[in-house]
Nanobody
Framework: QVQLVESGGGLVQAGDSLRLSCAAS????????MGWFRQAPGKEREFASS????????YYADSVKGRFAISRDNDKNTVYLQMDGLKPEDTAVYYC????????????????WGQGTQVTVSS
């Protein structure tokens, strides 16, 4: 069992930056592909970014590419999402996800979800 706890969300203005963190419990963190999804009001949850177990391979949705950066620290059991150049359309609840190493880069398979952290970007 892996528990994921996100933090770092908040209310910012357009153009600002935020860094989300996701702390994972358990000693098997490095066995998982980790990712971030987001869900805006009235919309379905969508993939944002993922990173493989080694941290070498990172994948981004087109909507965040060039503005967001995912990273992980396997010694700290934590994955991060650095969000720069935030836009009002980035407003959403952001969820951390852990999936098997065999999942696609867009994480079609997810084993564990965090509870989510709200990010609100004002114009």
């Amino acid at each position: 069992q892996v528990q994921l706890v996100e933090s770092g969300g908040g209310l910012v203005q357009a153009g600002d930056s935020l860094r989300l963190s996701c702390a994972a419990s358990g000693r098997t963190f490095r066995n998982y592909r980790m990712g971030w999804f987001r869900q805006a009001p009235g919309k379905e949850r969508e993939f944002a970014s993922s990173i493989d177990w080694s941290g070498m391979y990172r994948y981004y949705a087109d909507s965040v590419k060039g503005r967001f950066a995912i990273s992980r620290d396997n010694d700290k059991n934590t994955v991060y999402l650095q969000m720069d150049g935030l836009k009002p359309e980035d407003t959403a609840v952001y969820y951390c996800a852990a999936g098997p190493q065999t999942t696609r880069a867009t994480m079609n398979l997810v084993n564990y979800w965090g509870q989510g952290t709200q990010v609100t970007v004002s114009s």
